[in-house]
């Protein structure tokens, strides 16, 4: 069935700098990537998401990037601030391309340090 | 934007009892529903596919006899902890969509963290 691997599994960032979070996955009729922020206690909430018809979104300080010919897509926040810390996860659909069926990373746990 | 309430959202109980979690969606009306269950520091796991009038689908390895789930209407899907036990306690979260198509993202609620003791 459809994986996802998600590196690294803890990221440590001084404000301001960049974090950078890749994911590849394994299924190719996987057509919809989603970026989710978990908070402690909470549920993951959607910031991101792609479909595999770009290459390419961003929305203020976060951008995401599909590569469809290496499955792998990566998110990127720039000018990184202590409101950032959080689990992140990514997510690809899986069962044949089905969307709500996702298949998530294991997360990344992102550390701004003020 | 979509809204998905989970309620309780932390629930104690012992040993053998059952426990009901809801899942609503306040603001569309979800055809499908999700649940999940992610043990501490860990990814979620897709537990079953909950869908409005119709059975539940499971995934492999989940007991559908010890987590009943119920999509009565398009806005509440519920899951049951039968016969809770300790190895139970973890923390279960839902996810809404309103039509599972192209431009459909899935929401999640806040999560229930059940503790059996």
């Known amino acids: 069935g459809e994986n996802v691997e998600q590196h690294p599994s803890t990221l440590s960032v001084q404000e301001g700098d960049s974090a950078v979070i890749k994911c590849t996955y394994s299924?190719?009729?996987?057509?919809?990537f989603p970026w989710y922020k978990q908070e402690l206690g909470k549920g993951p909430q959607l910031i991101i998401d792609?479909?595999?018809?770009?290459g390419e979104k961003k929305d203020q300080r976060i951008a995401v990037t599909l590569n469809k010919t290496a499955k792998h897509f990566s998110l990127h926040i720039t000018e990184t601030q202590p409101e950032d810390s959080a689990v992140y996860f990514c997510a690809a659909n899986g069962r044949g391309g089905s969307q709500g069926n996702l298949i998530f990373g294991k997360g990344t746990k992102l550390s701004v340090k003020p | 934007g979509a809204v998905v309430s989970q309620h309780p959202s932390r629930v104690i109980c012992k040993s053998g009892t059952s426990v009901k979690i809801e899942c609503r969606s306040l603001d569309f009306q979800a055809t499908t529903m999700f649940w999940y269950r992610q043990f501490p520091k860990q990814s979620l796991m897709l537990m079953a596919t909950s869908n409005e009038g119709s059975k539940a689908t499971y995934e492999q390895g989940v007991e559908k006899d010890k987590f009943l789930i119920n999509h009565a209407s398009l806005t509440l899907s519920t899951l049951t902890v039968t016969s809770a036990h300790p190895e139970d306690s973890s923390f279960y979260i839902c996810?809404?969509?309103?039509?599972?198509?192209?431009?459909?993202?899935?929401?999640f609620g806040n999560g229930t963290r059940l503790t059996v003791t």
């Open positions: 996810s809404a969509a309103g039509v599972i198509n192209y431009n459909s993202p899935l929401h």
């Open positions: 299924d190719s009729a996987s057509n919809y």
């Open positions: 792609i479909r595999s018809n770009v």
